[in-house]
């Protein structure tokens, strides 16, 4: 990736900022130019994912999400801005995936017990999804931007674990920018994105995770600049059933987990709501049909394969790499 370097224009100090969100934790790395109030920026970022979170989630009672899951079926629901411009984002990319990503998955994620609803997969819930008549993601769920609002012309429960994260990072790249932070890196479990670059004009260096189960290695590490990543991936959450082990992304053409020889999927984009998406869609899309999919689109991607024969605790995988990573020569800095 390229890299440019440049002297910062007053002495910086490294600094993290951190807190609780989504059952995970939300973080911020900043060369902080003097005076920076760090107290404001904090509570700031705090805010925004919170924002996200309250608006989002599929375990709160009271959020946006969950109101548009209980309304009627072709009852108009009022929305907030930052919730549209999430599905919005989340059907498009619905439509240019093939149905790879869709943000209308809800039941089948409860039925296999990674949802609110429940903590196991449950046979007839699964049933359930499977034989309900099935329905493209742009004519299931209708979006007025303009007036706020969304209505659901089918019975579906919309799901956006695969897109919010990802959203909320680029809500606190927003908040390091009016608080006039030029150097930073924000991340929520795994989403990522680079402000600039480091204060000595430095990329910033992040790790890959290598896809093992219960381990934690780095695979190769991806310099940012002015970029977001976001990885899915098999290995990290997922529920054993019968000594099988189940990853927690759905496939919505079987109405079941992903299972398939992709590892692991990361994803270069401007945004991170893109990036995480993208890293979704990917995964689901398989070994063949994701890559394919991906230099059709011109994206920066990194796909890590099992090979045949390879065990599954302990990852032996290919790269394909696509866009800037195979121009990098794969992840390795």
């Not at 956006?160 to 790249?173: E, F, H, W």
């Not at 004009?201 to 995770?209: F, R, T």
């Not at 890559?291 to 090979?307: C, I, K, S, T």
Request: charged content about 20%; some cysteine.
């Amino acid at each position: 990736m390229p890299k440019t370097f440049s002297e910062p224009a007053l002495p910086c100090r490294r600094i993290t900022l951190h807190g609780p969100t989504m059952a995970t934790r939300w973080s911020a790395s900043i060369d902080a130019d003097a005076g920076l109030d760090l107290a404001a920026l904090q509570h700031d970022l705090a805010a925004a994912v919170g924002q996200v979170d309250e608006q989002m989630s599929p375990w709160k009672a009271g959020s946006d999400l969950t109101r548009l899951n209980r309304a009627p079926v072709g009852s108009w629901v009022d929305l907030p801005a930052e919730m549209l411009e999430v599905l919005d984002c989340a059907l498009d990319v619905h439509r240019r995936s093939g149905g790879g990503f869709n943000p209308c998955v809800g039941a089948v994620v409860d039925a296999w017990g990674f949802g609110a609803a429940r903590d196991a997969p449950d046979a007839q819930a699964i049933r359930a999804a499977r034989q309900a008549t099935p329905l493209a993601a742009q004519a299931a769920l209708e979006l007025d931007r303009p007036g706020g609002r969304a209505r659901k012309n089918a019975a579906l429960q919309v799901d956006l674990c695969g897109i919010a994260k990802g959203y909320a990072v680029d809500r606190m790249a927003d908040v390091l920018g009016r608080h006039g932070v030029r150097h930073a890196l924000a991340a929520l479990d795994g989403e990522l994105r680079a402000i600039g670059t480091q204060a000595d004009g430095s990329p910033w260096a992040v790790g890959l995770e290598r896809p093992e189960p219960g381990h934690r290695a780095v695979h190769g590490v991806i310099e940012l600049q002015d970029l977001a990543v976001a990885t899915s991936g098999d290995y990290r959450h997922f529920v054993d059933v019968g000594g099988t082990r189940l990853a927690h992304t759905m496939d919505p053409q079987r109405c079941a987990p992903v299972n398939n020889a992709v590892a692991s999927v990361t994803v270069l984009a401007p945004s991170c709501m893109q990036a995480d998406a993208w890293a979704t869609a990917l995964l689901v899309a398989g070994p063949e049909q994701g890559p394919e999919l991906a230099r059709r689109l011109g994206m920066d991607v990194l796909f890590l394969l099992r090979r045949a024969g390879g065990l599954a605790e302990v990852a032996e995988v290919a790269e394909v790499a696509l866009g800037r990573f195979a121009a990098d020569g794969g992840a390795c800095a």
